[in-house]
């Protein structure tokens, strides 16, 4: 499965920004899909999470102000991120795990979000 994240780049604080996320390949195999996020200088971080047949789980920094969606053909998500704040500056990552078999973790190449203050 391959991944592609679009939607990055330069806001102000206290706006607003929508990531999307692109599958192809063996989309059928994807068991979760999601959103992480890494700042400079600090570990990978989850933004948001859904496994197959469950709901959607929220990262701390993001309850409240971020929205993670699907399409219904399951190979495109979303996260939108209200109120941004200088801290959610990040590369964000787009996730999935496949099961082929195996668990496998795909990752899109990430895309750059800067919160201005």
């Known amino acids: 499965v391959q991944l592609q994240a679009f939607g990055g780049g330069l806001v102000q604080a206290g706006g607003s920004l929508t990531l999307s996320c692109v599958a192809s390949?063996?989309?059928?195999?994807?068991?979760?899909w999601g959103w992480y996020r890494q700042a400079p200088g600090k570990e990978r971080e989850m933004v948001a999470r859904?496994?197959?047949?469950?709901?959607?789980v929220y990262g701390e920094p993001a309850k409240g102000r971020f929205r993670f969606s699907r399409d219904n053909a399951k190979t495109t998500w979303f996260l939108q991120m209200n109120s941004l704040a200088p801290e959610d500056t990040a590369v964000y990552f787009c996730?999935?795990?496949?099961?082929?078999?195996?668990?496998?973790?795909?990752w899109g190449q990430g895309t750059q979000v800067t919160v201005s203050s």
């Open positions: 996730y999935a795990e496949v099961i082929r078999g195996l668990i496998e973790d795909s």
């Open positions: 859904l496994r197959f047949g469950g709901s959607v």
């Open positions: 390949g063996s989309t059928s195999s994807i068991n979760a």
